[in-house]
């Protein structure tokens, strides 16, 4: 019987953004901030999108790239945006919390279309440029409320929902054109974001703050605390590395063990 022929192990190629050009949209805090010098690190130029002027502006300055100041519901803002774009994450989110016979319907379409048609017109507009390059990375960050469900959140739950069929749809189409799309699915994450519902929560529920963390915010999780931007941004670089190039029309789960209920 022949002997088996040695294989070399396999080594980790590291993440070279350098000559890409990556998005990200509400990039000027958060968990958009942490991406966008992520990848920055990683050498690629980073547009920064965001409504607000200051923030994106101060994010690019840190990441070495350039700001774009956008209001994403409305899509003449692509008109403002390179075609060559090489990895786009879709990040940017507001919440509203009420309850489905209260909630208000301007309000429910406005989610929808920041955080949901928004991630679509970005991808239909980077996809051309990625298949002519035969590489490219979409990374839409939805959230463990795009696998489940909690009462008060009837238009993020349904953004994001649509954002995990969205992300399949282009990873099939994408897979033979060497395009990848992947969701990044937080549990709750320190950010202004979720500093701001933990406030709303108290008030809808007649509870203090400290309470809606405790028993509200972190209750189905198993690891009880809030995950950091930078944690996100690791998941993020990593599904634009070679590592990943196999990973697509999937969802990283980084919930603290939620879903493990």
Not at 23 to 49: C, E, K, N, Q, Y
Not at 187 to 192: A, C, D, E, H, L
Not at 234 to 240: G, R
Request: proline letters at 6%.
């Amino acid at each position: 019987m022949a002997a088996p022929i040695a294989r070399p192990a396999p080594t980790a190629a590291p993440l070279d953004l350098a000559g890409r050009r990556a998005l990200v949209t509400g990039g000027a805090s958060g968990i958009g901030r942490a991406v966008a010098l992520r990848l920055a690190a990683a050498g690629a130029h980073v547009l920064v999108v965001d409504l607000d002027p200051e923030g994106a502006k101060t994010v690019a300055e840190e990441a070495g790239g350039e700001p774009v100041v956008a209001d994403l519901s409305n899509p003449d803002f692509l008109d403002t945006l390179p075609a060559d774009l090489d990895v786009v994450v879709n990040n940017a989110g507001f919440q509203h919390v009420a309850p489905v016979e209260e909630f208000d319907r301007s309000t429910f379409s406005a989610i929808l279309t920041v955080m949901l048609e928004a991630p679509f017109w970005l991808t239909s507009h980077a996809l051309p440029h990625m298949y002519a390059r035969g590489w490219g990375r979409i990374v839409n960050i939805s959230s463990v409320h795009g696998l489940v469900a909690s009462p008060y959140k009837a238009a993020y739950v349904s953004a994001k929902h649509g954002l995990q069929g969205l992300t399949k749809v282009t990873a099939l189409e994408g897979a033979e054109h060497g395009v990848t799309a992947n969701c990044v699915n937080p549990g709750y994450v320190r950010t202004p974001l979720v500093e701001n519902q933990i406030a709303d929560q108290a008030k809808v529920r007649g509870i203090s703050e400290s309470e809606v963390l405790e028993d509200v915010i972190l209750e189905r999780a198993a690891l009880k605390r809030l995950l950091e931007p930078d944690e996100v941004a690791e998941m993020v670089a990593y599904l634009c590395s070679p590592a990943a190039s196999a990973i697509t029309g999937t969802s990283m789960v980084m919930d603290g063990g939620w879903t493990a209920h």
